[in-house]
């Protein structure tokens, strides 16, 4: 998705600014790379096994990198329950349209994740002159397609799961958390 300059602000608040201007310049999946180091892996030590020696991916290589705070509210990318979330007792899916506005189809949601491709048809360019309301819902929208294929893709990259819902509907609260630790415990935790 392309990152509207209207977004910039409430990226800037939350502390995702680096890591959208990272997205839309130079993050591009190099393949055999990955594929290099995961031959390498050592899940025993959380290391690289390389020529050179053992190597491993630190808090300070994840806060450096990307950008992201590794001070704060620790982040849980896991609710209790999907089918009802537990402020309100609404349904996860009701509070998602509430959210963004907009529901995908059945065949776009896979359990309890849309696919990529919904996020950028739908969400894909705000029209200029959109009212506040609008671009908030878009900023969410982005940050969702940030955290969700950035930060804890799924292993197949093709979709979002709607677990990162109450991060986003707080978008004041974002900034608290710390993103740099969750997400090198989630890369730790599919390497393993």
């Keep these: 998705m392309r990152l509207d300059e209207r977004y910039v602000s409430y ?4 502390g995702l600014y ?20 995961v031959e390498r892996w050592r899940p025993e030590t959380y290391t690289f096994r390389m020529p050179f020696g053992e190597c491993t991916i630190t808090l300070q290589n994840v ?7 590794v001070d704060g509210r620790y982040v849980s990318g896991c609710l209790t329950d999907f089918q009802t979330y537990i402020q309100g007792g609404r349904p996860a899916w009701v509070w998602f349209q509430e959210l963004l506005g907009v529901l995908p189809l059945a065949y776009q949601i896979q359990k309890f994740a849309v696919n ?14 959109a009212y506040e309301e609008t671009v908030r819902r878009y900023v969410q929208a982005y940050i969702m397609m940030l955290l969700g294929t950035q930060l804890f893709a799924n292993k197949f990259g093709n979709c979002i799961h709607i677990r ?23 890369l730790y935790r599919c390497m393993c």
């Design 63 to 69: 806060a450096y990198q990307l950008g992201l705070s």
């Design 116 to 129: 990529c491709s919904w996020f950028q048809e739908t969400f894909g360019e705000c029209l200029e002159g």
């Design 164 to 186: 990162w819902l109450p991060y986003v509907a707080r978008l004041e609260d974002m900034g608290g958390y710390s993103w740099g630790s969750a997400t090198l415990g989630w």
């Design 11 to 14: 990226l800037q608040m939350k």
């Design 18 to 37: 680096h890591l959208a201007r990272l997205n839309e310049r130079w993050f591009r999946l190099d393949e055999s790379l990955v594929s290099a180091f």
